[in-house]
């Protein structure tokens, strides 16, 4: 049986700091070398100077008084936030003696970017990994995914076709050496993102404007990281977290199932991990805006200068979103309106990825459109970003709704042998906040099982 290398605890992830000093010099040195078992300390969302990274849109951008805070995830290893939750899933199996190096083979259903950070992930801590995602995403995720050495199964469709990628999994769960690192349901991906993305939420507004959070955005895929709104409402109760989706595909909304080009969102259910009791609006997003919205940021920082943007940060930003970024902005310009947001108040969101896993969607779009002029570009900016609408907003704060996404979530995990009474129990707070309280147990179980394992070249 092979070591583990053991890496951050959750603690460990939301603030780098308290890494032992023996550890991080060591991991300042594995930066530059990416498949450094190392670099599992450096999954946090803060930067060498222990800061949130992050921007703040300008105005010119928005076209909404309001501060839009974008948390950015491509600094991540492996490029995506993602990274965070396959970690903390494997590492909780580790730990607990379910998931043992040499015997088991690692399954990562996904769209894209959590099944690259299963890959990458399965390569520091020298497991076998198996991919299950759909066969119409984006060529960069599945060279990624190959790259780092994991092997990829392909189900038909798109990210709206992810039961069909539920369903390979849960057959292939029937090899007993296969583990599924399944971030639909399992709640380390819930763990990583109240504890981690909701703590370092809270820190990225202070400084700018009232320094509290009015709203928070995020895009649903797994519904893991909407879980950082779980601890921002702890901290201001009047925040409100809002789920976005795309238009071509509005399950949460009215049910509805369709093709969409917002890859790793939208995927026709109402997941395991998602606290509907925490969602108090979901928004429906528009995909071809979204890609639009990426081709304007892109390649476009001329005609944002032309806006009033500063050049040098229209330049910056070029390379920092991906698809479901500009989804999320979008959701918070939306937001910002509906609210009547001003000067002083916050929206946060995240930008999972960066652009680097997104040519090949922007030449799409190029082969759909007649052409991509300036004149173009200019249109898109004002359709896509200045006249951003809040036509497709649904209130979900009333009784009636919370109880359409839990039969939605009924509708969609029975056929998976979940039973009612368990659905059911999610139906109170504390069902959520018991599942979150177990990551004082997991920040224990990490650092003893690094202490006894001191020895191992991997990591310390």
Not at 362 to 382: A, G, Q, Y
């Amino acid at each position: 049986m092979g070591k583990i290398p053991y890496g951050p605890t959750y603690d460990e992830m939301l603030d780098p700091s308290k890494i032992s000093e023996n550890i991080m010099e060591k991991v300042i040195l594995a930066k530059d070398e990416e498949l450094d078992p190392l670099n599992l300390f450096n999954i946090t969302w803060r930067g060498p100077d222990n800061e949130i990274r992050k921007v703040v849109l300008p105005k010119a951008i928005t076209g909404v008084d309001a501060n839009i805070v974008v948390m950015l995830g491509k600094y991540f290893p492996s490029g995506s936030h993602k990274v965070g939750p396959a970690y903390a899933t494997l590492i909780e199996g580790c730990v607990d003696k379910e998931i043992i190096p040499g015997e088991h083979t690692i399954l990562g259903p996904s769209t894209g970017n959590f099944g690259i950070g299963v890959s990458y992930i399965c390569n520091l801590m020298g497991y076998e990994a198996i991919v299950i995602m759909p066969d119409n995403m984006s060529k960069e995720r599945y060279e990624r995914i190959k790259r780092y050495g994991a092997q990829l199964d392909l189900t038909p469709g798109t990210e709206s076709d992810v039961i069909l990628t539920l369903e390979r999994t849960y057959q292939l769960m029937k090899e007993p050496k296969n583990k599924a690192l399944a971030q639909f349901e399992l709640f380390p991906n819930y763990r990583f993102h109240r504890h981690v993305t909701g703590h370092s939420a809270v820190e990225a507004v202070k400084g700018i404007g009232n320094g509290r959070i009015a709203a928070f955005t995020s895009a649903l895929g797994s519904s893991g990281t909407i879980a950082a709104g779980d601890h921002i409402k702890q901290v201001y109760p009047d925040a409100k977290i809002v789920a976005l989706e795309p238009y071509e595909c509005s399950t949460l909304t009215d049910g509805g199932r369709g093709q969409h080009r917002i890859e790793g969102i939208g995927d026709k259910m109402c997941t395991l991990i998602h606290n509907v009791l925490n969602t108090d609006f979901v928004v429906m997003i528009e995909d071809d805006d979204c890609v639009k919205g990426l081709k304007v940021i892109h390649d476009g920082a001329h005609i944002l200068a032309e806006a009033g943007v500063d050049k040098d940060f229209a330049v910056c930003l070029k390379d920092l979103f991906g698809v479901s970024g500009i989804c999320n902005i979008l959701g918070a310009i939306k937001m910002a309106k509906y609210l009547n947001l001003g000067p002083e108040d916050n929206v946060v969101t995240i930008a999972t990825d960066g652009f680097d896993r997104y040519d090949s969607v922007i030449l799409d779009l190029e082969r759909r459109s007649l052409e991509t002029s300036d004149n173009v570009l200019r249109r898109w900016k004002k359709d896509v970003f200045d006249e951003a609408d809040t036509s497709k907003i649904t209130d979900f704060r009333s009784h009636d709704k919370k109880e359409q996404l839990f039969n939605q979530k009924e509708k969609d995990w029975l056929p998976f042998g979940y039973k009612k009474e368990y659905l059911d129990a999610m139906k109170v707070q504390e069902f959520w906040d018991s599942e979150y309280a177990k990551v004082q147990a997991y920040n224990a179980k990490i650092k003893v099982l690094r202490d006894e394992d001191d020895d191992n070249d991997n990591t310390l």
